[in-house]
């Protein structure tokens, strides 16, 4: 009996040291779970890490990102879209017109290689309307006259083309193009077209600075990009900022100002 018991104990002893071995010589399977990949968006000081799960939407004007990572900007930009929120606005005035006029001028600015963004600048300039400005600025894309001229605009007499819609939005694509030449920069050619080219040049070169987030510029420039970036967020998301009924305006005949159409036909 004794011996069948050590000749049973030890293939026990052996089938154990095999067991053993085989598990120490495989690699061992482990579970991984699916973690959503981080993105990588180039901003103008520094790179600025977001999870798509985390952040909605990245903003950015014409393809150049904002550092969001700088508290400053981050403050200004906030800021800015309060102001665009249906809360503050009041109105669906914009959508309306942007819903109407859009279709007009995206393929020009297309045509002439500018950035679809840059369809948010009339929004910003005027509001779409027709209005004048003390300085005499005028139209959608709220042209000088002497600009209006340079860039093949007829203004004399009782002749206005910057009430045209497709001949003003090719003039402002002139003049953007231009700008962009000069500069390097979609933001810093959005810049010039609010400010001029001459009085950007000054600053870039009294600041040593060619960054627009980093720029110390006038109140007006210095918050024209975020309006134009809040613009374009309030456009694209209505409903994100408080505009839930804009759709029913644009039903309406009367949406776009008469002048306007008439200019568009």
């Known amino acids: 009996m004794r011996k069948n018991h050590l000749i049973t104990c030890s293939v026990m002893l052996v089938l154990v040291?095999?067991?053993?071995?085989?598990?120490?010589?495989?690699?061992?399977?482990?579970?991984?779970?699916?973690?959503?990949?981080?993105?990588?968006?180039?901003?103008?000081?520094?790179?600025?890490?977001?999870?798509?799960?985390?952040?909605?939407?990245?903003?950015?004007?014409?393809?150049?990102?904002?550092?969001?990572?700088?508290?400053?900007?981050?403050?200004?930009?906030?800021?800015?879209?309060?102001?665009?929120r249906f809360k503050f606005v009041q109105s669906n005035m914009l959508h309306m017109k942007a819903e109407k006029l859009f279709p007009i001028i995206e393929p020009i600015l297309k045509a002439y290689g500018i950035p679809e963004d840059f369809k948010f600048v009339p929004l910003v300039e005027s509001g779409l309307c027709e209005g004048t400005s003390p300085k005499g600025a005028r139209g959608i894309w709220q042209f000088m006259p002497g600009t209006?001229?340079?860039?093949?605009?007829?203004?004399?007499?009782?002749?206005?083309?910057?009430?045209?819609?497709?001949?003003?939005?090719?003039?402002?694509?002139?003049?953007?193009?231009?700008?962009y030449g000069e500069f390097n920069s979609w933001t810093l050619a959005a810049a010039a077209y609010n400010n001029g080219s001459i009085k950007l040049n000054r600053a870039i070169n009294r600041q040593n600075e060619d960054n627009y987030f980093r720029m110390s510029l006038n109140r007006?420039?210095?918050?024209?990009?975020?309006?134009?970036?809040?613009?374009?967020?309030?456009?694209?998301?209505?409903?994100?900022?408080?505009?839930?009924?804009?759709?029913?305006?644009?039903?309406k005949q009367d949406a776009v100002p008469n002048y306007l159409l008439a200019a568009a036909n």
């Open 17 to 84: 040291i095999i067991s053993a071995l085989n598990i120490f010589g495989t690699e061992p399977v482990l579970t991984t779970k699916t973690t959503p990949k981080i993105k990588v968006a180039n901003a103008a000081t520094a790179l600025v890490f977001y999870r798509p799960d985390a952040v909605e939407s990245i903003f950015s004007f014409a393809d150049e990102a904002i550092p969001l990572n700088d508290k400053r900007v981050d403050l200004k930009l906030q800021k800015s879209i309060t102001k665009n």
């Open 148 to 179: 209006a001229r340079t860039y093949g605009l007829k203004v004399r007499g009782g002749v206005d083309e910057r009430l045209n819609v497709r001949k003003s939005t090719i003039a402002a694509c002139k003049y953007i193009k231009e700008l």
């Open 220 to 251: 007006e420039t210095g918050s024209y990009v975020y309006k134009l970036i809040a613009m374009k967020e309030v456009i694209n998301h209505p409903r994100k900022y408080g505009y839930k009924n804009y759709y029913s305006y644009l039903q």
